[in-house]
């Protein structure tokens, strides 16, 4: 069983269009995140909720919106996708407190024309 | 706040050859620190972890790294290099005692090994 699952794993969409991307995590872990990671293998943190409560939330444009409808699911949307959108975008989650080993997602390349 | 450095974004050894990839970190108490692998078009993974006691510690696939105090620093080794281990690593530091969670990751290290 995958532990941290997205879909889709490929997304080639054009600017201006609006496009979501699900995980779902069947490790029973209470903190989510959403991570971007760019061309030249940056990975920074966009988002992370906590028992379906936003706890982190880094300077990130607001037409990029999560959502958990419950613990093991966190959505990402975006609205009007731009060029600069274009990058890896991975989940994560982990047990919150003191132990913070995060197990990530597979990615989903996002492509904006 | 904390950071974290990751010395040298490419390093390339021969088959074989002892991997040294470099990890300082920078925080107002020693933190909990990670090393991450990725493959290529796949997510990361944990190699290993310090949390607390033994400051050597050993992870997957023959890795092991040593906390140092003194010099803020994780640096990752592995004394035989082997093709499938061309890949990318990640330092991480997470601040202790937080139930955010939030880990501040190094810019990666490419290591490539060479036949």
């Known amino acids: 069983d995958t532990a941290v699952s997205q879909t889709p794993k490929y997304l080639v969409t054009q600017m201006g269009n609006d496009k979501s991307i699900k995980c779902e995590q069947n490790?029973?872990?209470?903190?989510m995140y959403w991570y971007k990671q760019d061309s030249k293998k940056f990975l920074k943190i966009m988002f992370s909720?906590?028992?379906?409560?936003?706890?982190i939330n880094e300077t990130v444009p607001n037409r990029f919106s999560p959502k958990s409808p419950d613990k093991a699911h966190l959505n990402l949307h975006i609205n009007s996708l731009e060029l600069g959108d274009s990058a890896v975008y991975f989940c994560a989650s982990s047990q919150g407190g003191t132990n913070n080993e995060q197990y990530f997602g597979p990615g989903t390349r996002l492509t904006v024309t | 706040a904390q950071s974290v450095t990751q010395l040298g974004s490419h390093v390339s050894v021969s088959e074989g050859a002892l991997v040294l990839l470099r990890c300082n970190y920078s925080s107002s108490v020693p933190p909990y620190l990670f090393w991450y692998v990725q493959y290529p078009n796949q997510g990361l993974q944990l190699l290993l972890k310090y949390t607390t006691g033994a400051t050597l510690v050993k992870g997957i696939n023959g890795f092991e790294a040593e906390f140092k105090k003194s010099e803020t620093s994780f640096h990752l080794t592995k004394p035989s290099a082997h093709m499938s281990d061309a890949a990318e690593y990640f330092c991480a530091v997470t601040r202790r005692n937080t139930n955010a969670g939030k880990s501040t990751f190094g810019d990666g290290t490419t290591l490539t090994v060479k036949p």
């Open positions: 490790l029973g872990h209470d903190t």
């Open positions: 909720y906590n028992n379906k409560e936003l706890i």
